[in-house]
């Protein structure tokens, strides 16, 4: 079978550091924290006053008013980071197939917002007064329906939902149907709008999140010795995957390769991770042997590394045991944006191409040489450093590992 390269053509945005990748990257090599105060939902129930918000984004985003009402938050921000994607790759003027032109956009949670409001107008007037567009909007699938409408991609469509493992899966997805042949093109990523009461509450009760109210900016402290959760946060990334042929073909500018793609499993606990990091460790040597590279060829890692005590420790056992001859640098953006959930992967995907674009390691902040559990090379301002190829890890509630490999493209002439 003919195996396609596969590279990265066009990026959208939506995250607590900006509405655009260009602002969202600036913000990234800077140290910038997306985290503050929450101000869309009420928290005075809530023990948890913090999150990675996105704010007025209806005033800045080019979408049809009549049509944002059809739309739950999670919808709507996929759909204006693919809008900045399609842009971006300048697909409009492609002579693409439209069957071969795939969406592969995951939630890992979905319309929840919508569900909520619902549930609260029935209670408090009634079950004729529930939406007719409450299915459409709420169901986990909606995001990707919603992209496939708008630009008309009618091949595979498919929203994967795996937890915070969400976006490295429909990325990897969607990276294997390219290179396999079945499509020429997809939209991938993930898309999360989950701060809301029912849902702070839930992770809060389940002990996951930060509790630090009083120092919005320094809660997400990733390999910090006094980390205490994670900071929800909200937000979608979208990329336009295609295959090398394909935007040679057309002249398009290119990103990053991907290279590789791993997944495995822990089945320890729904909701912890494996102490051990096993089944994480497993996605990563996956990934490496699907890129066709080992270990020593890795010169970023981008960590899932979301806050949390066990799952950071976990983590980097999982590094050690597949890194045992090498000490690539690490970098934890969560630190920055709080955890965007199902849409994590994606934005990180995006922050690991434009790493290796421009030869430059984001910093990981909320840490310095005093305060650091973990013997990680981890820097703590942005880093020049000649890149190659970089890792990316995603874990999600459930047991699920999806692990990205990318690489800086190189054109054959150069």
């Known amino acids: 079978m003919v195996e396609n390269r596969?590279?990265?053509?066009?990026?959208?945005?939506?995250?607590?550091?900006?509405?655009?990748?260009?602002?969202?990257?600036?913000?990234?090599?800077?140290?910038?924290?997306?985290?503050?105060?929450?101000?869309?939902?009420?928290?005075?129930?809530?023990?948890?006053?913090?999150?990675?918000?996105?704010?007025?984004?209806?005033?800045?985003?080019?979408?049809?008013?009549?049509?944002?009402?059809?739309?739950?938050?999670?919808?709507?921000?996929?759909?204006?980071?693919?809008?900045?994607?399609?842009?971006?790759?300048?697909?409009?003027?492609?002579?693409?197939?439209?069957?071969?032109?795939?969406?592969?956009?995951?939630?890992?949670?979905?319309?929840?917002?919508?569900?909520?409001?619902?549930?609260?107008?029935?209670?408090?007037?009634?079950?004729?007064?529930?939406?007719?567009?409450?299915?459409?909007?709420?169901?986990?699938?909606?995001?990707?329906?919603?992209?496939?409408?708008?630009?008309?991609?009618?091949?595979?469509?498919?929203?994967?939902?795996?937890?915070?493992?969400?976006?490295?899966?429909?990325?990897?997805e969607a990276y294997r149907a390219i290179k396999y042949g079945f499509i020429d093109a997809a939209f991938a990523g993930g898309t999360e709008a989950a701060i809301n009461e029912v849902a702070i509450a839930g992770f809060s009760n389940a002990k996951a999140l930060s509790q630090n109210n009083e120092q919005p900016t320094q809660a997400s402290r990733p390999f910090h010795k006094d980390r205490d959760g994670f900071v929800i946060a909200e937000g979608s990334t979208v990329l336009i995957l295609e295959s090398l042929a394909s935007a040679e073909k057309r002249g398009a500018a290119i990103y990053a390769e991907v290279t590789g793609y791993g997944v495995a499993s822990d089945a320890y606990h729904i909701v912890a991770t494996d102490p051990e990091g096993k089944g994480a460790a497993k996605?990563?040597?996956?990934?490496?042997?699907?890129?066709?590279?080992?270990?020593?060829?890795?010169d970023v890692i981008s960590a899932h590394a979301t806050s949390t005590p066990v799952g950071d420790a976990s983590e980097e056992k999982a590094i050690r045991q597949v890194f045992t001859d090498s000490d690539p640098l690490v970098t934890a953006n969560k630190s920055m944006t709080g955890h965007m959930l199902g849409a994590a992967g994606a934005f990180e995907a995006f922050a690991l191409a434009k790493m290796l674009q421009e030869d430059v390691v984001t910093p990981t902040i909320n840490l310095d040489e005093a305060h650091i559990e973990s013997n990680l090379h981890i820097p703590f301002i942005a880093e020049k450093r000649s890149l190659t190829y970089g890792l990316s890890n995603s874990f999600g509630f459930g047991g699920h590992n999806a692990v990205l490999i990318l690489k800086k493209y190189k054109a054959d002439k150069e």
Do not use: H
């Open 283 to 298: 996605a990563m040597e996956f990934a490496l042997e699907d890129a066709g590279i080992t270990a020593e060829d890795i």
């Open 6 to 172: 596969v590279v990265i053509t066009g990026i959208g945005v939506i995250s607590p550091l900006g509405f655009n990748k260009e602002t969202a990257w600036k913000a990234l090599k800077e140290g910038v924290s997306g985290i503050s105060t929450i101000e869309n939902t009420d928290t005075s129930d809530l023990k948890v006053k913090i999150a990675g918000e996105i704010r007025n984004i209806e005033a800045d985003v080019d979408l049809d008013k009549k049509e944002l009402r059809k739309l739950d938050r999670f919808s709507l921000f996929a759909l204006a980071a693919a809008k900045e994607a399609y842009a971006d790759s300048d697909f409009a003027n492609a002579a693409i197939d439209p069957y071969r032109f795939g969406v592969y956009v995951g939630s890992g949670i979905g319309g929840i917002q919508s569900l909520i409001d619902n549930v609260e107008l029935l209670k408090e007037r009634g079950s004729r007064r529930v939406s007719p567009l409450l299915v459409p909007m709420l169901m986990p699938n909606a995001a990707t329906a919603n992209i496939s409408l708008a630009f008309q991609a009618k091949g595979p469509t498919m929203s994967i939902t795996s937890a915070c493992a969400t976006s490295n899966n429909s990325i990897g």
